[in-house]
């Protein structure tokens, strides 16, 4: 069932307000309300999240949330009055240099009421379990020996057959058997009766009968396996419609019935556990910051093991939402909505932007499509879109960087959804007039990761032959190589041009002639890459390094051979009385210096060529210079840097040396210093 307006919902009160939609079991009556889908909101916990990424509830009661950020997982209390407590859990025991060296991601039920941690940056699993002190807190237990130093744990499920991993480095699944000793290698579980492999897979939940349920986000899919790892099939595919997903994120197990947080679909969707929809819950937040029940791009869901309270973790507005079975919050029966439809803001832009010349290209998760704007007048025009889910030489999986080149009017887009990069033309007349013509952008060509892949075993170089490749930027070098920077492993590919197929057409690149980052070539190396920007006279590069564990963030400048020239130190706290480290996500290069996106505090910092910070520019808001989670960074001619302010669905534009407001725009709209009206003619 869908809706395209929410009044009739916003007229009642919040005590009444429940969303979902209603399934029977065939067998006769509905189950439980929160089984079926039958919720109301209850309440926002609001301990200061800066991106919480995980959540459980523990066999004690006790709802646990990791946020990696923070460097922490808490404890929260809830009683039939709201939180009670809320405690921090305790750091392991092991450990020194606590806020670099624990980032954990992802949360795990154990066997005997243990609870394990998950950190896949660190490389380890901890297992906490309850304290019996009066203080009823938790204490830190072990760390788990997974017999191999090179796992990168991304989900886990302890089950009586053993531990399940998934290995977010090569998207792989293995099982660490039960009752193994310390040392004992991880056993792979086998992927090749599996259609399409793995996948993506994102996170486990595992049944009472040891069966495991693994959430696919680039397959849009659950599959289900037996109790040995072994494949029995799977359900779901791309779309909005109940029983259809669009990048299920986390999942849970309660009361037979299995919870997925579906983020593109900004709902939680509920099956049995052979994988028929039983219902759905959740109205997607119209408008950023939008909460009281409205979901905003939900990354995992917690579900009390008595199927009467979901936590709803979301990291895309900083926080944890609460939901009530709706017999058990309101007086009655409580008032059941439709689900919404996808109206309301259209400019879903995702983490990048690419420009040059007089264009600037965008990409949306949701439609997985691609959006151009020309940029010859004072504000932007949208003047083409393509794109769209699907797997033809002109669709895309899952878009996560883009690079534009505007004098060969040539655009190309990493999607890893698809294992592939993709290269299109524009036919336009860049002297010509504006004319908005959905058919501008051709598909001039593919190249596989696989083809990537073999090529760079061919190097012989060192790192995992088998990580799969996450692209996080790219950029177009002279004579239409590309680079690209991808980060699983920390490295930089390059690909030179090769001929195309037509003797007209201009070369696509393609053979892999240069790898640089660890073990490979030109003695550049990455401990978290996240971004990559070319020198105004592209004659460099330059990337954008988060740091390791112990390490601070820095820009480690390359040569077009390879070659550090040198590295400009950021400071790990931009000023005294910040509370929480530099957390930068968007890179710039300015003849003025550089420009970082710092994305949980809000801000770009302007820093001339040596890390000398020049100018702090942003606060948290949606008013013209605010942001929230501002990450992607792009330059125009003009020395407009433009960040992609991915909280508030928008663009807006600064002046690259001395950080002054000049645009906000998305689809149809565009605003300047003079308040300039929307452009007429080209609408949302």
Do not use: C
């Not at 293995?174 to 259609?195: C, Q």
């Amino acid at each position: 069932m869908l809706f395209s307006s929410s009044t009739f919902v916003s007229m009642l009160p919040l005590s009444m307000i429940a969303f979902g939609s209603v399934s029977q079991d065939p067998a006769g009556a509905p189950p439980d309300p929160l089984l079926r889908g039958d919720v109301v909101w209850r309440s926002t916990i609001e301990p200061g999240w800066r991106a919480p990424s995980s959540a459980i509830h523990a066999a004690n009661g006790d709802l646990l949330v990791a946020d990696p950020a923070q460097h922490s997982v808490r404890m929260i209390r809830v009683g039939q009055d709201g939180v009670q407590e809320t405690l921090e859990l305790p750091r392991p025991a092991d450990l020194t240099g606590f806020e670099s060296v624990w980032s954990p991601d992802s949360l795990a039920r154990g066997l005997d009421g243990t609870v394990l941690v998950a950190d896949s940056r660190g490389r380890r699993i901890d297992r906490f379990a309850a304290a019996s002190d009066a203080a009823g807190g938790w204490t830190w237990l072990e760390l788990v020996d997974l017999g191999d130093e090179s796992v990168a744990p991304r989900a886990l499920a302890e089950t009586a057959q053993g531990l399940f991993v998934v290995d977010g480095t090569t998207d792989r699944l293995a099982v660490r058997p039960r009752g193994a000793e310390g040392g004992v290698s991880l056993v792979w579980l086998d992927e090749s009766l599996v259609p399409g492999g793995w996948g993506r897979p994102v996170d486990l939940a595992a049944a009472a009968d040891g069966r495991l349920f693994v959430a696919d986000a680039d397959g849009h899919r659950i599959l289900r396996l037996d109790a040995a790892g072994a494949y029995l099939g799977s359900f779901g595919e791309r779309g909005p419609f109940p029983g259809l997903f669009q990048e299920p994120a986390g999942l849970d197990l309660a009361g037979g019935r299995l919870f997925v947080a579906d983020r593109l679909n900004h709902r939680i969707s509920i099956f049995d556990l052979e994988g028929r929809s039983r219902g759905q819950w959740g109205m997607h937040a119209v408008i950023p910051r939008q909460g009281e029940g409205r979901i905003h791009y939900p990354v995992d869901v917690a579900v009390s093991l008595d199927a009467r309270r979901a936590a709803v973790v979301e990291p895309f507005e900083r926080r944890v939402q609460l939901f009530d079975s709706a017999e058990q919050s309101v007086d009655g029966p409580g008032t059941v909505a439709e689900l919404p439809s996808l109206d309301g803001v259209t400019s879903h832009f995702g983490s990048g932007v690419a420009a040059d010349g007089d264009l600037v290209v965008l990409w949306e998760p949701e439609t997985a499509a691609v959006v151009v704007f020309d940029w010859r007048d004072e504000v932007p025009i949208h003047v083409t879109s393509f794109g769209g889910p699907g797997a033809a030489p002109d669709r895309f999986g899952r878009i996560t960087a883009g690079a534009l080149d505007g004098v060969r009017q040539r655009i190309a887009l990493a999607d890893p959804g698809l294992d592939r990069l993709a290269i299109v033309d524009l036919d336009r007349d860049p002297e010509g007039g504006l004319r908005l013509d959905p058919f501008m952008g051709r598909a001039a060509g593919t190249i596989s990761f696989e083809r990537i892949a073999a090529q760079i075993s061919a190097l012989g170089e060192t790192p995992p032959p088998d990580a799969a490749l996450e692209p996080v930027d790219l950029a177009w070098l002279d004579g239409g190589g590309l680079a690209m920077l991808e980060a699983r492993v920390g490295r930089i590919l390059v690909l030179a041009p090769m001929p195309a197929a037509r003797a007209d057409a201009a070369p696509l690149p393609g053979e892999l002639v240069a790898l640089w980052g660890p073990q490979g070539s030109g003695g550049a190396k990455f401990d978290r890459p996240v971004a990559m920007a070319a020198s105004p006279a592209r004659d460099a590069l330059a990337v954008l390094d988060a740091g390791g564990a112990n390490d601070a963030a820095r820009i480690v400048v390359l040569s077009l051979d390879g070659i550090p020239r040198h590295v400009v130190e950021l400071p790990r706290v931009v000023r005294s009385d910040d509370e929480h480290p530099l957390d930068p996500a968007g890179l710039a290069w300015t003849p003025e210096g550089f420009v970082v996106s710092d994305r949980l505090a809000d801000r770009l910092l302007l820093f001339d060529d040596d890390g000398t910070l020049r100018h702090e520019v942003g606060t948290t808001g949606v008013a013209d210079g605010a942001m929230w989670s501002p990450q992607g960074l792009a330059v125009r001619p003009d020395g407009t840097v433009l960040v992609v302010d991915t909280g508030n669905h928008r663009v807006q534009g600064f002046d690259g040396a001395d950080g002054e407001w000049r645009i906000v725009f998305s689809l149809g709209r565009a605003s300047t210093r003079k308040r300039v009206p929307p452009a007429g003619g080209v609408g949302e």
